[in-house]
């Protein structure tokens, strides 16, 4: 799970340092620079997913799953003699565990749970050239930098007091650069004889990003029928697409998740069971299905019960909100748990009391999935039920990040939400969610103003 991100020099942001929670939320205007966070995740996501092994970054294209341009479409100001530089930190699943290769038997030399990777590129002859690759782990760094004398030749550096990377006999060359933005170069195994280890923090970053899964904010309308064809997706896709899909590959797994700690007599709910659940906890529906319309014709129709006593109804014959909010239930209990949920307004289309249930929803599935959860809203609602939930002591304030997003003269600007135990905001900025006691005052104001104009 992602621990932190400091980040430069990428679209809005000249600077970015922020510490993600369990649930961590970005607030603020309108092309601020919200969305800007999430799609550098995706695109550190959709290089690691690129088949072309000789890219620094895979800026994506239409129906990608990020569509950025290039280098000087997303370095901040457009500048080409700017660089974009990372520093990703996060929790492994397990802890890891290095030994020594000269001592495999021995104890191991780096041991721990937290890996951090750091990444520098620019633009150089009209092209991408990286400047720099390390990881840190165990308070030890690995290091692809550039040699002194030949610029675009490298050398693997460490800071380690008691481990030194050994040369092979015989290779004296420089290596080339680094890749992908997270792999060290080609050479580097048969350069050296003690670095065989790197690849297991290369391992680590590809499982860190295939455990990125993302909904954005516009959603496909719902369908009559659905065709599928047994194949089992990833997530829901980036318009929910592919919910139907997700539900029944649960379904057929036999997959069950839990709305409670495991403890005697807590009865699992079916995967369909949990999402009618959420639907009728968040006063949407009664009751949700989703069957085949006849047997072995791979058809399927989605329906509600608006009501105990109603017939059931055809999804699109229902209130939009169902079908919106639907793709942000099925994926946050489809993932597999420790997984990263990235969600841009998920509360577009839904009623203030839906905006608020889908707050604890999400609340719910990362204390039970232990799932992560970083969200970009606009939602006055869901943000408040997070911070009542905070007072409430049904979530600890370590485990629920806000931030607010603004802009001063083109550069976005990030201010960390002091959230205390009794889930106030302690730095409340100017105009967050508007002038709620200016529009207040205003209403009154013309209010007895008509009243005197009336009255005289």
């Known amino acids: 799970m992602l621990n932190r991100l400091r980040l430069e020099n990428f679209k809005a942001w000249r600077e970015a340092d922020l510490t993600f929670g369990k649930v961590t939320g970005f607030f603020g205007a309108n092309s601020a620079g919200k969305s800007s966070l999430l799609q550098f995740l995706l695109l550190l996501k959709h290089t690691r997913n690129a088949t072309d092994r000789g890219s ?15 280098f000087t479409d997303v370095v ?11 520093i990703l930190d996060w929790m492994l699943p397990q802890p890891l565990k290095i030994t020594d290769p000269e001592k495999p038997r021995g104890r191991p030399r780096f041991t721990g749970a937290r890996l951090q990777t750091q990444f520098e590129v620019g633009y150089h002859d009209k092209r991408l050239w990286p400047r720099e690759l390390a990881y840190k782990f165990s308070d030890v ?6 040699a002194a004398e030949a610029k675009r030749k490298f050398t693997l550096e460490t800071d380690s007091r008691y481990f030194r990377f050994k040369r092979t006999q015989g290779r004296a060359w420089p290596l080339s650069h680094p890749v992908k933005t997270y792999l060290f170069p080609n050479e580097v195994r048969s350069y050296y004889q003690n670095a065989d280890f790197l690849g297991k923090f290369e391992l680590a970053y590809e499982k860190l990003m295939d455990s990125l899964y993302y909904l954005g904010p516009l959603r496909e309308y719902p369908h009559r029928e659905y065709h599928w064809s047994g194949s089992s997706p990833e997530g829901v896709g980036q318009r929910g697409e592919r919910t139907v899909d997700a539900i029944l590959t649960a379904t057929r797994d036999g997959e069950t998740r839990r709305l409670q700690p495991k403890a005697k007599g807590v009865r699992k709910k079916s995967f369909q069971a949990t999402i009618a659940h959420w639907l009728n906890k968040l006063g949407l529906i009664h009751d949700f299905h989703l069957d085949e319309i006849a047997k072995g014709t791979n058809l399927y129709r ?35 748990e420790g997984s990263t949920v990235l969600m841009e307004q998920p509360e577009i ?15 719910n599935v990362a204390r039970v999935r232990n799932v992560q959860i970083v969200v970009e809203s606009h939602s006055e609602h869901l943000m408040r039920r997070l911070q009542r939930r905070v007072a409430e002591e049904k979530a600890s304030s370590e485990d629920v990040r806000l931030y607010f997003v603004s802009s001063n003269r083109g550069a976005a600007q990030l201010s960390d939400l002091r ?29 007895l103003r008509r009243r005197m104009e009336r009255s005289g």
């Open 56 to 70: 620094i970054l895979d800026f994506g294209g239409p129906r990608e799953l990020v569509n950025l341009g290039g």
């Open 76 to 86: 901040h100001g457009h500048a080409e003699d700017e660089r974009i530089r990372w």
């Open 141 to 146: 760094c690995f290091r692809v930098q550039p």
């Open 302 to 336: 989605a329906t509600v019960k608006t009501s105990s006593s109603s017939a059931p109804t055809a999804l699109p014959d229902v209130g939009f909100g169902v079908s919106q909010v639907l793709p942000a239930l099925v994926l946050l209990y489809y993932v597999p």
């Open 349 to 363: 289309h839904l009623h203030p009391a839906v905006q608020s249930g889908l707050a604890d929803v999400m609340l």
């Open 419 to 447: 959230l205390n135990e009794w889930g106030e905001i302690e730095n409340w900025p100017d105009n967050f969610f508007g002038d709620e006691m200016g529009e207040i005052a205003a209403i009154s104001e013309a209010s």
